[in-house]
Nanobody, 126 residues
Framework: QLQLVESGGGLVQPGGSLRLSCAASGFTLDYYAIAWFRQAPGKEREGVSCISKRGDSTNSADSVKGRFTGSRDNAKNTVYLQMNSLKPEDTAVYYC???????????????????WGQGTQVTVAS
């Protein structure tokens, strides 16, 4: 079974940090660019970050630039999103997704992703 599983979400105070993980099973992530999307209640799904297949380049949304950093460990078949200086407006369900398209093409366009995780809740509140 081909699957992406996110973990690492939770409740954190404003200014705090979290690291999300996205682990693949049933397939190797080597051939996929991986993006993180988020969706808050009543809002559109938003592309947050995309990391290339080799991990040598990332695209980030303006809203998270300088605060969120994507990385990947292909040997562990896992991708990460380090989130620092979290704000209440970062509260959302975060999803990882895999695409065969490069980030420059697919970043932020959720229809271009072939595999999705189930999501993990991130809540930023004092």
């Amino acid at each position: 079974q081909l699957q992406l599983v996110e973990s690492g979400g939770g409740l954190v105070q404003p200014g705090g940090s979290l690291r999300l993980s996205c682990a693949a099973s049933g397939f190797t992530l080597d051939y996929y660019a991986i993006a993180w999307f988020r969706q808050a209640p009543g809002k559109e799904r938003e592309g947050v970050s995309c990391i290339s297949k080799r991990g040598d380049s990332t695209n980030s949304a303006d809203s998270v630039k300088g605060r969120f950093t994507g990385s990947r460990d292909n040997a562990k078949n896992t991708v990460y999103l380090q989130m620092n200086s979290l704000k209440p407006e970062d509260t959302a369900v975060y999803y990882c997704a895999a695409t065969t398209f490069p980030c420059a093409v697919a970043a932020g366009t959720w229809r271009l992703y072939q595999y999705w995780g189930q999501g993990t809740q991130v809540t930023v509140a004092s």
